[in-house]
């Protein structure tokens, strides 16, 4: 493992996370937003089968709270599965502010997520468990990957039959390295990453020189937690 994975300070990226992309003003929302927490939790530990009342202890909840928000356990899930993809769209965001091309811009942004399965590992797994849902379903993560695939058709950066089909690709074979990582501690997630990103930069038709350029930028700034 590489030495910085080390250290990286797990708990303070999740909470990172969830300060870039909510805002919470009301008791009520408060409140959704514990069971979604906590859902996010169950999800990587594989504790979907738990009572209403468990899922409701776990997120320090009254029991009848719960109602007030989802009206099944199926219905709940659905919801919490939407809200990590969500949240782990908000990484895309820290290139957002970066003087950078297409090339550059799709190459940080796959380094990231790779780097996110370490960084964010609860968030990540609830993810990679349920990741064959998460394409057809309505999130920013995967409308932020169309955008950024588009953006790079349209400026000739990128050569592709299908965008639909080089992002279904992309969000697969990152939710792929993340259950290796998962699977593998010792797996250094910078290289897999830089791995990925250089393969996947020449699927979507950028020359094998100008990949290893976009995957050589410097990367650990976004090894803080964003602010």
């Known amino acids: 493992m590489r030495t910085g994975e080390q250290h990286i300070d797990t708990a303070a990226w999740m909470q990172a ?29 594989e504790q979907t089968d738990l009572s209403i009342l468990a899922i409701t202890q776990k997120a320090g909840v009254s029991n009848g709270s ?15 599965a939407e809200y990590a993809v969500d949240n782990l769209a908000s990484i895309f965001d820290l290139a957002a502010d970066q003087d950078l091309d297409s090339i550059d811009a799709a190459a940080t942004n796959i380094r990231i997520l790779a780097y996110a399965h370490r960084l ?3 968030l990540s797994k609830s993810i990679v468990r349920r990741s064959p849902d998460f394409y057809t ?3 920013e993560l995967v409308r932020k990957l169309r955008e ?20 279904a690709i992309i969000f697969g074979a990152n939710a792929m390295l993340g259950q290796r990582l998962h699977e593998d501690p010792t797996l250094n997630s910078r290289t897999a990453g830089d ?23 410097p990367i650990d700034e976004y090894l803080t937690p964003p602010q």
């Open 195 to 217: 791995d990925l990103a250089l393969d996947l930069l020449r699927m979507l038709g950028v020359s094998e020189e100008r990949a290893l350029q976009a995957i050589a930028r």
């Open 17 to 45: 996370i969830f300060n870039r992309s909510e805002q919470a003003d009301t008791r009520r929302e408060r409140t959704k937003q514990a069971l979604l927490r906590a859902g996010i939790e169950l999800i990587a530990e």
């Open 137 to 139: 379903m309505p999130n």
């Open 148 to 167: 950024r695939i588009s953006a790079g058709v349209n400026d000739g950066s990128f050569h592709v039959a299908s965008t639909e089909t080089a992002a």
């Open 120 to 122: 964010v590992p609860t």
């Open 66 to 80: 719960f109602y007030n928000f989802f009206k099944d356990r199926t219905q709940f899930f659905d919801a919490v």
